[in-house]
Every structure is written in structure tokens, then in C-alpha cells.
């Protein structure tokens, strides 16, 4: 036989029982917290008082705190609640468990022999307690934006010459095709291409190849301003992106590159490494990869005249 059974075939000797506990007390209360019916342990609890029924027990029991006005406890709902009650009149506090049933809420309260001291402590043992969990969750969350910031970096960029990589630079260009005005020619872009590079994997070999790229990118990083961006577009390709700034003004740019990067002297055996390089304005209305298609026929334009030069894109056949 379960608990439930023996409560309903013994309704008496539950009731014996409710009305003789000592440290455990029932009572039922309305809609609005007041008190309908008791046992003799919460009487017990206030000998000055004659009558209960009708009585909020708000008035009679209060929320443990150091504080001077505190909220009592929503003592409804579906599911049970547990609170820690106190008497307003003595240092006595109980455990509460409420319930919802047919006639309102029945709550029973179960006496801790706790000091009021001891209570306080409890309470603030778990305030810090709290305060070291947030302080752990903020910690976690400053380490997630940090991992977060690293795969965002590690997405957007090239491994070998840590400049921003392609998917990086179309959206940089999106943006910056939403942000000009119709009609205004705000910047321009010049597209790269090393001369012969598979030439130098061949005979010197990938290592130096690599070698060659990420001189190249400390070249663009070298001439690009702040608010330029270099990247790496694919393979021996790169590109730039220079906000307010005339097709002339793009042509110096990439020409400065082109000469430094043909005085200087990477590979052995007094090989020369060059590169081409296309340059277009932006002309609205304009996609990006129209525009990449303008600076790329400048390009191809560069690679069939000598290579080793710089084409700025026209229009005209």
C-alpha cells in the first residue's frame, strides 16, 4: 500500500496527525493569501492571537532580509513553491512548501532551527556564491568573443601573407558600392597578377614561391593606406581596394609596386620577378563583379602588351 492509499483510507488518523505536529505546520489559504483553516502547530506559533480565519498571512509572516521592506512571496501557481518564511514576532524560521488545491493554496512549513544570524549568513554565502557563478559566465563569455574574433580573423584572411582574402575583400566592396552615391566616382581598383609565377615554382620551387607572394603583400601593405585594402585574390592574383581615389592616382600606386618590385632581387641567378597589374574606376551602376571584370580586361590588356606594365581599363573597343 503507497502513501496515497493509507491517506485515503485513514483520513482520521491524518488528521490526529496534522493536528499534533509540533515543528510542522498546515494551513490553507484564499485567493489573496488569507488564512481558512489551520492546524495546531501554526497556532502554537502565535498564543496572542484568538481568531486566524480571514487573516492575511502576509500579516502574520515575513521574507528573511537584512533589507527594511521586502516583497512578499506570489504564493499561487500549478507548481509547488518553496520559500524560506519567518514569524514577524520571533526569530523562528520555517522551510514553506505551497501546493495548489481545490479550496486555494495549502502551504506546510517545516521549523529550521536556524538563528536569525545563521539565516543571514546562508543568504549571503549564496549571494556570493551567485556573484562568483556570474563572474565565471562573464569570464566564459569574454574568452567565447575572443575565440570567436580568432575564427572570424582566421576566415577572412590568408594564411601565408595575412592579408584579407577574397570572400573579405567582395564584402568590403559590397559595402562600398552601397555606400556611393549615384553618378560619383568614389574609388577605384587595381588588380595584380605576378608575371610568370609558375615559372618560379618550376625552377626554384614552391618554398620560394611563397617566399615571392609574401614579398609581394608587405609591397601592398608598404604603399596601401588605412583605409585601403590589399588582398590576396587567388593564387599568384591580389587586388586593391582604394577608396576616394582617382584611376590616375591608382595608376601611381600599382606603379610604384611594379618598380620596386622589379629592382628588387628575390631569386637567385638574377631572375627578375615582376607582375601586371590592371587598374578601373568605379562608374555607377556598377556590380562587383563588373567592376572586377573591368579591372581584370586591364589586366589581360597588361599581359599582352610586354607584361611587367600597368593598363587602366577603357571603355572604348
Same mark, same amino acid.
Given at each position: 500500500?503507497?502513501?496515497?492509499?493509507?491517506?485515503?483510507?485513514?483520513?482520521?488518523?491524518?488528521?490526529?496527525?496534522?493536528?499534533?505536529?509540533?515543528?510542522?505546520?498546515?494551513?490553507?489559504?484564499?485567493?489573496?493569501?488569507?488564512?481558512?483553516?489551520?492546524?495546531?502547530?501554526?497556532?502554537?506559533?502565535?498564543?496572542?492571537?484568538?481568531?486566524?480565519?480571514?487573516?492575511?498571512?502576509?500579516?502574520?509572516?515575513?521574507?528573511?532580509?537584512?533589507?527594511?521592506?521586502?516583497?512578499?512571496?506570489?504564493?499561487?501557481?500549478?507548481?509547488?513553491?518553496?520559500?524560506?518564511?519567518?514569524?514577524?514576532?520571533?526569530?523562528?524560521?520555517?522551510?514553506?512548501?505551497?501546493?495548489?488545491?481545490?479550496?486555494?493554496?495549502?502551504?506546510?512549513?517545516?521549523?529550521?532551527?536556524?538563528?536569525?544570524?545563521?539565516?543571514?549568513?546562508?543568504?549571503?554565502?549564496?549571494?556570493?556564491?551567485?556573484?562568483?557563478?556570474?563572474?565565471?559566465?562573464?569570464?566564459?563569455?569574454?574568452?567565447?568573443?575572443?575565440?570567436?574574433?580568432?575564427?572570424?580573423?582566421?576566415?577572412?584572411?590568408?594564411?601565408?601573407?595575412?592579408?584579407?582574402?577574397?570572400?573579405?575583400?567582395?564584402?568590403?566592396?559590397?559595402?562600398? %558600392?552601397? $555606400?556611393?552615391?549615384? #553618378? *560619383? !566616382?568614389?574609388?577605384? &581598383?587595381?588588380?595584380?597578377?605576378?608575371?610568370?609565377?609558375?615559372?618560379?615554382?618550376?625552377?626554384?620551387?614552391?618554398?620560394?614561391?611563397?617566399?615571392?607572394?609574401?614579398?609581394?603583400?608587405?609591397?601592398?601593405?608598404?604603399?596601401?593606406?588605412?583605409?585601403? %585594402?590589399? $588582398?590576396?585574390?587567388? #593564387? *599568384? !592574383?591580389?587586388?586593391? &581596394?582604394?577608396?576616394?581615389?582617382?584611376?590616375?592616382?591608382?595608376?601611381?600606386?600599382?606603379?610604384?609596386?611594379?618598380?620596386?618590385?622589379?629592382?628588387?632581387?628575390?631569386?637567385?641567378?638574377?631572375?627578375?620577378?615582376?607582375?601586371?597589374?590592371?587598374?578601373?574606376?568605379? $562608374?555607377?551602376?556598377?556590380?562587383? !563583379?563588373?567592376?572586377?571584370?573591368?579591372?581584370?580586361?586591364?589586366?589581360?590588356?597588361?599581359?599582352?602588351?610586354?607584361?611587367?606594365?600597368?593598363?587602366?581599363?577603357?571603355?572604348?573597343?
Amino acid at each position: 500500500m503507497n502513501l496515497s492509499h493509507l491517506i485515503q483510507g485513514e483520513p482520521r488518523a491524518l488528521k490526529i496527525l496534522l493536528d499534533t505536529l509540533q515543528n510542522t505546520f498546515l494551513v490553507c489559504l484564499d485567493a489573496q493569501g488569507r488564512l481558512l483553516a489551520w492546524n495546531r502547530a501554526f497556532a502554537g506559533l502565535f498564543p496572542f492571537i484568538v481568531d486566524f480565519k480571514g487573516r492575511p498571512l502576509k500579516d502574520l509572516m515575513g521574507v528573511p532580509s537584512e533589507e527594511k521592506e521586502t516583497v512578499f512571496p506570489e504564493l499561487q501557481g500549478t507548481e509547488p513553491q518553496t520559500h524560506v518564511l519567518c514569524l514577524k514576532h520571533a526569530r523562528h524560521h520555517f522551510r514553506c512548501v505551497t501546493l495548489a488545491a481545490a479550496c486555494g493554496t495549502l502551504m506546510i512549513g517545516e521549523r529550521l532551527h536556524y538563528s536569525e544570524d545563521q539565516v543571514f549568513n546562508t543568504l549571503s554565502q549564496l549571494t556570493n556564491e551567485m556573484a562568483s557563478v556570474h563572474m565565471k559566465l562573464v569570464q566564459k563569455h569574454r574568452e567565447l568573443q575572443v575565440a570567436y574574433g580568432k575564427i572570424e580573423h582566421i576566415s577572412r584572411t590568408d594564411p601565408l601573407t595575412d592579408l584579407p582574402n577574397r570572400r573579405s575583400f567582395m564584402d568590403r566592396l559590397e559595402d562600398m %558600392l552601397l $555606400a556611393t552615391a549615384p #553618378g *560619383e !566616382e568614389g574609388f577605384s &581598383l587595381v588588380l595584380f597578377d605576378l608575371d610568370h609565377f609558375k615559372q618560379i615554382n618550376d625552377l626554384f620551387g614552391h618554398d620560394a614561391g611563397d617566399q615571392v607572394l609574401c614579398r609581394f603583400a608587405e609591397l601592398l601593405k608598404k604603399y596601401s593606406r588605412k583605409s585601403d %585594402l590589399p $588582398a590576396r585574390f587567388g #593564387g *599568384e !592574383e591580389f587586388i586593391a &581596394l582604394l577608396p576616394d581615389t582617382t584611376i590616375k592616382e591608382a595608376w601611381v600606386f600599382a606603379e610604384r609596386i611594379r618598380r620596386e618590385l622589379a629592382a628588387s632581387r628575390l631569386l637567385k641567378d638574377k631572375h627578375r620577378v615582376t607582375v601586371s597589374a590592371g587598374v578601373c574606376g568605379y $562608374a555607377n551602376p556598377l556590380s562587383r !563583379e563588373e567592376l572586377i571584370k573591368q579591372a581584370d580586361m586591364a589586366l589581360y590588356d597588361a599581359k599582352n602588351t610586354g607584361r611587367n606594365r600597368i593598363s587602366i581599363y577603357s571603355s572604348r573597343p
